[in-house]
């Protein structure tokens, strides 16, 4: 069983995506392997109202909940979230996209600290993602402000019991953000493989060397990357076959408590 805790449905302003649809993603994680994915809507991303992009998931996702769990986009610095909020909890969600980045906010706002309260008290992973594109393959009006390894560390040092999943992040990125928490708080935040270097320096095992196989889930960023590199990636690993099986499947349940388990 692989569960891909990165995933996104939908569209993308800056390039044609060979595959939008729930049931034409479904078929692509299925056919490489992968058994359920938390899944986010990628219009969200930029649309000014979120919401819109939640509710197109919702409907996408409807016929396939034995395959995906959606993860709802909130925007704290939208003046209804949390009522948007209130119909992700509704609606399932395993958890709370933010792009603080694309948002125009930062991460230690006091409308995002109130967010990630809210998500503590249900027991809701929030997603942080490090880019929605690699800089050298950017459109040239798709230029984000990017946030920092130190403003993650502040907010796990302010959110006690906040869970994190840091997605599409490079090694040295994960190695910023981890290894300069103290171990109780580096327990808090998790990082999925989509863009951790593969088999030539094998960065995942170097990861998991410092870091810790508990903090890692396995994400391919599908539908903006192919899920096969993640997948390749992994299996090539000179990690323990007991490593990978963690990665694939028991962590996410670590992480997000509201995650459909199928028998």
Request: include cysteine; charge should be neutral.
């Amino acid at each position: 069983m692989i569960v891909d805790s990165n995933v996104l449905i939908g569209n993308w302003p800056f390039r044609k995506l060979p595959k939008t649809s729930a049931g034409e993603l479904r078929k692509i994680l299925s056919d490489a392997g992968i058994t359920r994915a938390i899944a986010g809507s990628l219009e969200a991303v930029l649309f000014r109202n979120v919401q819109d992009g939640n509710k197109m998931l919702y409907k996408a996702v409807a016929l396939h909940r034995d395959f995906f769990t959606p993860a709802a986009t909130i925007n704290p610095n939208y003046a209804r979230w949390e009522k948007d909020y209130k119909q992700a909890l509704q609606e399932q969600a395993a958890a709370i996209r933010i792009y603080p980045e694309y948002q125009n906010w930062n991460i230690l706002d006091h409308c995002a600290l109130e967010l990630y309260e809210a998500c503590r008290e249900d027991k809701l992973p929030v997603i942080l993602t490090a880019e929605i594109e690699d800089i050298r393959q950017r459109h040239f009006i798709d230029k984000p402000s990017d946030w920092l390894g130190g403003e993650v560390r502040q907010l796990i040092h302010q959110t006690d019991g906040l869970k994190v999943l840091v997605v599409n992040a490079k090694a040295d990125r994960i190695r910023e953000i981890a290894l300069t928490l103290p171990n109780q708080q580096r327990k808090q935040v998790f990082f999925d493989l989509s863009a951790i270097w593969g088999p030539v320096l094998d960065e995942i095992a170097l990861c998991i060397e410092q870091i810790g196989v508990s903090q890692f889930v396995f994400g391919s960023h599908a539908v903006l990357k192919t899920p096969e590199t993640a997948l390749i990636k992994l299996r090539l690993s000179q990690i323990t076959e007991q490593d990978k099986k963690q990665i694939c499947t028991e962590n996410i349940k670590q992480l997000m408590h509201r995650y459909e388990r199928i028998s």
